[in-house]
């Protein structure tokens, strides 16, 4: 299975940028597509999908929300960083399967 | 839009099956895309377990192969989630999703609020 890396906390000011890292196992990458995905989750709801294919933002998402990277490390980026914004924030990778989730980025406020 | 809801028993015992139903409103699950079950466990770990697709072929996640199990009633609009010989630690949150069928797309668009199913005795 494809392992999925994530730091399991990101302090920052509000409005500064807030930059999520994920590193994959291996490439999940496929010619130039980015198999690579990023979903915010809060307290008692249910994950939302934020950005697809590692940089193209799912449809209701505010700009400020952004994504990069390819091969094995991806990036969300969150600027300027409101405080709606926390959450928790998770990658998955659908490179093959089984999908696979990484382990969760909670977002707190300095 | 695509909406989806769990339902199904909150407490299940050990060594007993688990079943969920995910009621699915304002698309068809004979058209397209592919519905999912994922958990999250109370470590905040997120698991995708397996789909079924729109014709109602599975594929399941192989840690979990020999004990789970997708179906579907296509008249109900609702498809079903079953776990055999559970133990405490099948305790966690379980979500219905969908994914779209688009060419290397496989990202979760649709979420349920989801369930918490507890296993204890």
């Known amino acids: 299975d494809i392992v999925l890396t994530q730091s399991p906390v990101l302090a920052v000011s509000l409005g500064q940028r807030a930059t999520i890292s994920c590193r994959a196992s291996?490439?999940?990458?496929?010619?130039?597509?980015?198999?690579m995905h990023w979903y915010q989750q809060k307290p008692g709801q249910q994950p939302k999908l934020l950005i697809y294919?590692?940089?193209n933002l799912a449809s209701g998402i505010p700009a400020r929300f952004s994504g990069s990277g390819s091969g094995t490390d991806f990036t969300l980026t969150i600027d300027p960083v409101q405080a709606d914004d926390i959450a928790a924030y998770y990658c998955?990778?659908?490179?093959?399967?089984?999908?696979?989730f990484g382990s969760g980025t909670k977002l707190e406020i300095k | 839009e695509v909406q989806l809801q769990e339902s199904g028993p909150g407490l299940v015992k050990p060594s007993q099956s688990l079943s969920l139903t995910c009621s699915v409103t304002?698309?068809?699950?004979?058209?397209?895309?592919?519905w999912n079950w994922i958990r999250k466990f109370p470590g905040n770990k997120l698991e995708w377990m397996g789909y079924?697709?729109?014709?109602?072929?599975?594929n399941y996640n192989p840690s979990l192969k020999s004990r789970i199990s997708i179906t579907r009633d296509t008249s109900k609009n609702q498809f079903f989630l079953q776990v055999n010989s559970v133990t405490t630690e099948d305790t966690a949150t379980y979500y219905c999703?969908?994914?779209?069928?688009?060419?290397?797309?496989?990202?979760?668009?649709?979420w349920g609020q989801g369930t918490l199913v507890t296993v204890s005795s």
């Open positions: 291996q490439s999940v990458s496929i010619s130039s597509i980015n198999l």
């Open positions: 304002g698309y068809s699950i004979t058209s397209s895309y592919r």
């Open positions: 294919r590692a940089s």
């Open positions: 998955q990778q659908s490179r093959e399967s089984p999908f696979t």
């Open positions: 999703a969908s994914i779209t069928t688009v060419v290397n797309g496989n990202w979760f668009a649709y």
């Open positions: 079924i697709n729109s014709a109602g072929s599975t």
